[in-house]
DNA sequence: GTCCACTACTTTGTATAGCAAGATAGATGA
DNA sequence: TCATCTATCTTGCTATACAAAGTAGTGGAC
């Protein structure tokens, strides 16, 4: 019962301090890792030179992920763009329709370094999880 | 176009070949893989010994997944009771209420196994990926 | 010259994962 | 008896990942 009390306070001053709000969505991207992994992702491999989306799942299936599919990048892209992550240019393709190009603003980059951080934390976690299970 | 009726193929194909279903449902958690790595922690953490619900938080912590919290674990322990991964037994605690111990069916761990396989190809791909990127 | 196939992006609709918040309840000590 | 700690379950929301389908430009085959 003490801690909600103790969270409510918690709550009432992060919602005060509104500097504080950065640190709070730090901490809620930190839980939501486990599901975005996508978008950190995305944000490496934009990191390596421009592309677009289609060449992205090619490169994202040599890396070895191939449960990537269209579906799941263009909707994750379009949320960064709108996020101010990565800004994009259209150029027509030779074989094609236009692509549309991405590249990282330093706002992405800023959110690639953090998302290295998490990821660093939470894979040595599962690998230790993980291998001193090997019994 | 084509790839769609590819794709229409590839299903029916599947749904006639009863034995391909298991296939399908291994791609399909394999493409889950970004969400549910929660519940491979969980797999791993019981089949170091049975344990019960509140310890598992404190266990995981220790493995520096911070994140994880009531809220999100004991939906997925009661998911996973229900698909028949762990069995449970209630019993007396010496300082509390009752509580449940969860312990690892042999489905479970052979779920446990696909888990460790599938996490191993993910945190690899995405390890390059960000450590080519370090520039 | 009109299909077909390939490249490429977007939209829509859905399932469900993760989680905060709070309800419930046994045990214990002040 | 009241507060606190341990412990589980439930409710309700948000956003993620994704399949599927839609749109559209290009080029080769016939």
């Known amino acids: 019962m003490l801690y909600k009390v103790v969270d409510g306070l918690i709550c009432a001053y992060y919602s005060v301090l509104q500097d504080s709000v950065e640190e709070v969505n730090k901490m809620a991207s930190s839980s939501q890792m486990l599901k975005g992994v996508l978008e950190g992702c995305l944000l490496a491999v934009i990191s390596k030179g421009e592309t677009y989306g289609y060449e992205m799942i ?78």
């Open 58 to 135: 090619e490169r994202l299936q040599n890396y070895g992920l191939t449960m990537v599919s269209e579906g799941s990048i263009y909707p994750v892209l379009m949320r960064m763009q709108k996020e101010g992550l990565v800004s994009t240019v259209m150029r027509p393709s030779p074989n094609g329709p236009k692509r549309k190009y991405y590249s990282l603003t330093s706002e992405g980059r800023s959110d690639l370094e953090e998302f290295k951080e998490r990821w660093e934390i939470l894979s040595s976690g599962v690998n230790t999880l993980m291998e001193k299970g090997k019994v």
